[in-house]
């Protein structure tokens, strides 16, 4: 069993509508979740880095913790056809960004 | 934010070559860089850990003596993979530790493939 589990995807979604994302994780010592967004042919760039179980907010971008689930999602409200790209959640058991694994991405397609 | 440079893009070798993979850390000094694997529909795994003026730290079932990182100052990191083979055709990529929080800067990967 992978300890970090995401569908690849793609997911496609119509201009404006909420797009969910998600991972699920085995291993209950992760303790700092993150999301990713990758452009083709791009590195990663960090989306929401979160700690506790819960929601954070940030614009349209909501990241959802559950860690008596050990499942975390990512929400994009008004999605937009510049937020196609690859979302990687990430996770580690350290401060900081020491060791992340990596869920396999899923890719996200707006259209217009 | 700040900028992670990797080089080359992408390259083609032979069977039994060596390949060196440049990653740069363009406006930020960089103690610690990350080098991961990835594989064709397959998470990014983490290879090794490189700290600037010391020997890297390989993750369980990584060869260090096949992937060789050299982190010699504090913007560049290399890894050479040495007598490559098809079965090490992959994309790799590296990221930089900046600032208090650690957080990680990635280059734009470079995909070899060894024929």
Same mark, same amino acid.
Request: net charge neutral.
């Given at each position: 069993?992978?300890?970090?589990?995401?569908?690849?995807?793609? #997911?496609?979604?119509?201009?404006?509508?909420?797009?969910? #994302?998600?991972?699920?994780?085995?291993?209950?010592?992760?303790?700092?979740? /993150?999301?990713?967004?990758?452009?083709?042919?791009? &590195?990663?760039? #960090? #989306? /929401?880095?979160?700690?506790?179980?819960?929601?954070?907010?940030?614009?349209?971008?909501?990241?959802?913790?559950?860690?008596?689930?050990?499942?975390?999602?990512?929400?994009?409200?008004?999605?937009?056809?510049?937020?196609?790209?690859?979302?990687?959640?990430? /996770?580690? /058991?350290?401060? &900081?960004?020491?060791?992340?694994?990596?869920?396999?991405?899923?890719?996200?397609?707006?259209?217009? | 934010?700040?900028? *992670?440079?990797?080089? %080359?893009?992408? *390259?083609? $070798?032979?069977?039994?070559?060596? *390949? @060196?993979?440049? $990653?740069?850390?363009?406006?930020?000094?960089?103690?610690?860089? =990350?080098?991961?694997?990835?594989? %064709?529909?397959?998470?990014?795994?983490?290879?090794?850990?490189?700290?600037?003026?010391?020997?890297?730290?390989?993750?369980?079932?990584?060869? @260090?003596? @096949?992937?060789?990182?050299?982190?010699?100052?504090?913007?560049?990191?290399?890894?050479? *993979?040495?007598?490559?083979? %098809?079965?090490?055709?992959?994309?790799?990529? $590296?990221?930089? +530790?900046?600032?208090?929080?650690?957080?990680?800067? =990635?280059?734009?990967? +470079?995909?070899?493939?060894?024929?």
């Amino acid at each position: 069993q992978k300890e970090v589990e995401q569908d690849p995807g793609p #997911l496609s979604v119509p201009e404006g509508a909420i797009v969910s #994302l998600n991972c699920t994780y085995s291993n209950s010592a992760f303790q700092y979740f /993150m999301w990713y967004r990758q452009y083709s042919r791009k &590195g990663p760039e #960090l #989306l /929401m880095y979160t700690y506790s179980s819960g929601n954070k907010e940030d614009g349209r971008f909501t990241a959802q913790v559950d860690k008596s689930s050990k499942y975390i999602s990512l929400f994009i409200r008004d999605s937009q056809p510049s937020d196609s790209a690859t979302y990687l959640c990430a /996770m580690t /058991m350290n401060t &900081g960004f020491q060791k992340l694994v990596f869920g396999t991405g899923t890719r996200l397609l707006v259209s217009p | 934010g700040a900028v *992670v440079s990797q080089h %080359p893009s992408w *390259v083609i $070798c032979k069977s039994g070559t060596s *390949v @060196k993979i440049e $990653c740069r850390s363009l406006d930020f000094q960089a103690t610690t860089m =990350f080098w991961y694997r990835q594989f %064709p529909k397959q998470s990014l795994m983490l290879m090794a850990t490189s700290n600037e003026g010391s020997k890297a730290t390989y993750e369980q079932g990584v060869e @260090k003596d @096949k992937f060789l990182i050299n982190h010699a100052s504090l913007t560049l990191s290399t890894l050479t *993979v040495t007598s490559a083979h %098809p079965e090490d055709s992959s994309f790799y990529i $590296c990221s930089a +530790s900046f600032g208090n929080t650690g957080e990680l800067f =990635f280059g734009e990967g +470079s995909r070899l493939t060894v024929l």
